[in-house]
């Protein structure tokens, strides 16, 4: 692929990402065990120490606070990438297509 028309298809890109599109991610989002509860005294989980499970639950919690973070960066780092890759898929089966070639 020739880098010069990616990239200038990504500096085409739309600015707000696409419904389709979803950043790929290192690891999956962080996922709250249904076993974990909160103590009698806790509402938020912050700076509790009451039982084991609170501060289980605080640290599942930050690591959904990041990993929410990283998507949300990810999401508008790699879209004119993904975008400009779709565009350019698109093309080549609309050439291939008018030319006769049903690849």
Do not use: S
Not at 24 to 40: D, G, L, S
Not at 54 to 73: F, H, M, P, S
């Amino acid at each position: 692929m020739n880098d010069t028309i990616l990239q200038q298809f990504m500096m085409h890109a739309p600015h707000e990402p696409q419904k389709w599109f979803t950043p790929k991610m290192p690891i999956q989002r962080p996922i709250m065990p249904a076993a974990f509860k909160w103590c009698a005294g806790c509402k938020d989980g912050l700076d509790c120490e009451h039982n084991a499970d609170c501060e289980k639950i605080t640290i599942v919690q930050n690591g959904v606070r990041l990993w929410d973070e990283g998507y949300a960066k990810a999401l508008y780092i790699q879209w004119p990438v993904a975008w400009a890759k779709a565009v350019l898929a698109a093309t080549r089966a609309a050439i291939a297509k008018a030319e006769g070639n049903h690849d």
